[in-house]
Every structure is written in C-alpha cells, then in structure tokens.
C-alpha cells in the first residue's frame, strides 16, 4: 500500500463548481466574470474529453479574488517576456 504525501502547503483554491462552463461553445467565466481562454484539449478516453482553460494575466493581475483563485501566488504578476 503506497502512502498518500500530505498536502498540507497546497494553495486552496476556488472550486470548479464556481466557474460558468459552457460544454458546447468550450467556454468558461470564472467567479469574477471573466472570459478564460481554452488552453489544452485531451482525449482521455472514448469519447470524452478534457478541457483546460486559463485566465488572462491582465484580468488576473487586478482582480481582488486572485488569492483565492491561484494556485501560485504572484503568478499574474510576472510581466510576458517581449520580443
């Protein structure tokens, strides 16, 4: 029997079941009412598929749910690389 590791440092985030998902436009608003892009598409067995969005970093750098909403503190505060 394999033990579980503790997840004691996990960042508790927003539910899924907060988020407006729209199975047949592949659209997602999160709690704060913003568009999320779809990020990745996997066929996971037949006939089904899942489905990863993000959100913009310019919607979550200002949003006031951010800490509850991301896994990695911060991480919409870091400026895109230009080039």
């Known amino acids: 029997m394999r ?16 988020f407006k998902f729209n199975k047949k436009k592949k659209a997602c608003i999160c709690p704060a009412e ?3 892009f ?3 598409e996997e066929h996971v067995d037949e006939g089904k598929k ?20 991301m896994r990695i503190l911060g991480q919409a505060d870091v400026q895109p690389p230009t080039g």
Do not use: H, W, Y
Request: charged share 40%; net charge positive; glycine share 2%.
């Open 50 to 69: 899942k489905l990863l969005f993000k959100g913009r970093f310019t919607d979550c750098r200002e949003c006031s749910l951010k800490k509850q909403c």
């Open 3 to 18: 033990k579980q590791k503790r997840r004691d440092n996990v960042q508790q985030t927003i539910p899924a079941s907060e």
């Open 38 to 40: 779809l990020l990745k």
């Open 34 to 36: 913003k568009s999320m």
